[in-house]
């Protein structure tokens, strides 16, 4: 009996040592969803990961949680900031163990590009770059080495598509011919640089990457302000002069498209009910001095509207406008208004007018196969949208610090009426 | 219900709906639900002060009052209709307790005597949502008019024995 329960005890025991680690997939960077992975998560037992963003006044703002009784041993965990947050700390908790913390500041240089030289070659370490093992950590304004074998030639689509996502190639002469490169069918200030050296050898990697250090850092932090820089009331404003409005009017376009059309709080169907039931009950209040009367049709009337209220078409309303960054440097933009999704959401309000719910707006030219910038407001009673919808842009902004939530079904976005985003999007 | 009472039954109810029914209050932020549920429970715990209701014509009141409370918490306040209707159903639970309190109040003494009583009870009852019931469980307020109703039952079973 004393040794099974000394077995017991040392299981018990070694779960409370088990010691959690966390995994961040790329360095954690502001307007975006960042993901991290905590593992080693205890079995059993209700487990608890908190994520909590400090700001430089110390206020605490919670960014994930995630609570369970069987939360996987390795947990997936996503988390998005601004600029306003310092550091960042991951808490795991649980009935079986102390609680543990892990600490990370979110000093992130806008400018820092990262390079991947390749596989096997080595650079020293220079200012303002970053290298990395493997291509996939890549972004808009990183820099990718591209070598070919002897024998095999760098198919030029491949590298037109790598320039349109905004990651510049430096590779060989001899690898890629310049005639095989299809050039752009529009001027695209988001379109990376192809650069062709005479040799890959790490002394002539380095001297090219000093010398256009500057470029490259200026063409990255393009893509870092056409987030970080937008402003909700409007259009993003350009910084550094690299992107400019010549007219001032386009920058209205967001907020008047939300003045138009997502004002009305109450839905006509409310405003009907209303009606059915305040006309019908003044004539009762009017008409029986008796309570007791009064009292039965009032009653009747009152469980038709809470009938009705119960099946009602839900209020939400979400708005989307796409833009190509190159609408931010022209003049006027003329605005359509796409194919939406009317849709009534319960048998009642199919007999109603279809409500729009959904209002998409796009430049007349716009490209879905380039960069495309989006602003977006949803505002629904459930406060709550599904984190998939925000994981595809390459960067967002939100008008508030959002708290995911891995839930049963999913991860989810918590947030406050109205949720105001603008997002940026690798081409198609 | 006497003229007066017929109007003044109604008057939360048309206030109401001048704040909900056009469109000037409309944005896509969410107002908060406890100023709007607060004013409407000042107002109705206001109006049983002024005017004698009898319990069912307290009830026509609420009756008339509820649906353009539920769509200021519904469509200005971003409220799910459950929560709504939870909401609602605490307010008026919180009138009715204020309600019976009164009753009780008259039964040991003068109407006239009772006047500050009342109306002491009434911002209680008031501040007390408010401040400390808001976040309570529903079957707290139950538990509440469950043990007023008896003392209701108690007092009027007093006035048939003489």
């Known amino acids: ?428 | 219900m006497s003229r007066t009472k017929r109007i003044l039954a109604i008057l939360p109810a048309v206030v109401l709906l001048i704040f909900v029914a056009p469109n000037w209050w409309s944005s896509p932020r969410d107002y908060g639900p406890t100023p709007v549920i607060l004013l409407v429970l000042l107002a109705l715990l206001l109006l049983c002060y002024l005017l004698p209701f009898t319990a069912l014509e307290l009830l026509a009141v609420l009756i008339l009052t509820i649906p353009a409370l539920f769509v200021a918490l519904y469509s200005l306040c971003g409220l799910t209709v459950g929560e709504a209707y939870l909401l609602i159903l605490r307010g008026a639970l919180a009138v009715f307790f204020y309600f019976l309190i009164s009753l009780v109040i008259e039964t040991y003494r003068s109407r006239a005597a009772a006047s500050i009583p009342r109306l002491l009870t009434a911002l209680a009852v008031a501040l007390l949502w408010a401040v400390f019931l808001l976040g309570q469980n529903i079957l707290f307020f139950l538990s509440l008019s469950i043990l007023a109703g008896l003392l209701l039952w108690y007092r009027r079973s007093l006035k048939k024995n003489g």
């Not at chain 1, 993003?236 to 992107?243: E, G, H, K, S, W």
């Open chain 1, 1 to 428: 009996m004393k040794a099974v329960l000394a077995v017991l005890l040392l299981l018990v025991g070694s779960t409370a040592v088990e010691s959690q680690s966390v995994f961040l997939n790329s360095e954690l960077q502001p307007f975006r969803i960042n993901k991290m992975m905590v593992t080693d998560l205890p079995e059993f037992g209700n487990t608890r990961v908190t994520i909590t963003g400090r700001t430089l006044y110390g206020e605490e703002v919670p960014l994930f949680s995630a609570e369970d009784i069987n939360l996987p041993h390795v947990l997936d965990c996503f988390l998005y900031f601004d600029d306003s947050i310092q550091n960042v700390q991951v808490e795991v908790a649980s009935a079986a163990t102390d609680p543990v913390l892990f600490d990370y500041a979110t000093n992130f240089n806008p400018y820092r590009v990262t390079v991947f030289p390749g596989v096997g070659r080595i650079l020293p370490p220079l200012p303002g770059y970053r290298t990395t093992t493997t291509a996939e950590h890549l972004r808009a304004g990183d820099i990718l080495v591209l070598q070919a074998a002897p024998d095999f030639v760098i198919h030029g689509r491949d590298v037109g598509e790598l320039l349109e996502r905004g990651i510049h190639v430096i590779t060989a002469r001899a690898s890629l011919g310049v005639d095989q490169l299809p050039a752009p069918e529009k001027p695209d200030p988001l379109r990376a640089s192809l650069l062709l050296l005479d040799s890959l050898d790490p002394a002539s990697l380095v001297e090219t990457l000093q010398r256009q250090r500057e470029s490259f850092a200026s063409f990255k932090k393009r893509y870092y302000d056409l987030i970080a820089g937008s402003d909700f009331y409007g259009i993003p404003a350009a910084r550094n002069q690299t992107l400019r409005f010549e007219d001032a009017r386009i920058e209205d376009i967001a907020a008047s498209l939300e003045r138009r059309y997502i004002l009305d709080r109450v839905t006509p169907f409310y405003r009907l009910v209303l009606l059915g039931f305040y006309l019908p009950a003044l004539i009762l209040v009017a008409l029986f001095k008796r309570s007791t009367a009064l009292l039965l049709p009032l009653a009747v009337l009152f469980a038709g509207f809470v009938g009705l209220s119960c099946f009602a078409p839900i209020p939400d309303k979400s708005l989307q406008l796409q833009l190509n960054p190159t609408h931010l440097e022209g003049g006027r933009i003329e605005i359509v208004r796409k194919a939406t999704d009317e849709k009534g959401t319960t048998p009642i309000a199919g007999l109603l007018p279809p409500s729009i719910v959904e209002l998409r707006f796009v430049p007349t030219d716009f490209d879905p196969a380039m960069w495309r910038l989006t602003y977006g407001l949803i505002r629904s009673n459930a406060k709550q949208v599904p984190l998939t919808f925000f994981t595809d842009p390459s960067s967002v902004k939100f008008n508030q610090l959002p708290k995911i939530e891995r839930r049963a079904d999913g991860y989810v976005v918590r947030y406050v009426n109205p949720l105001r985003y603008w997002s940026l999007h690798e081409p198609d």
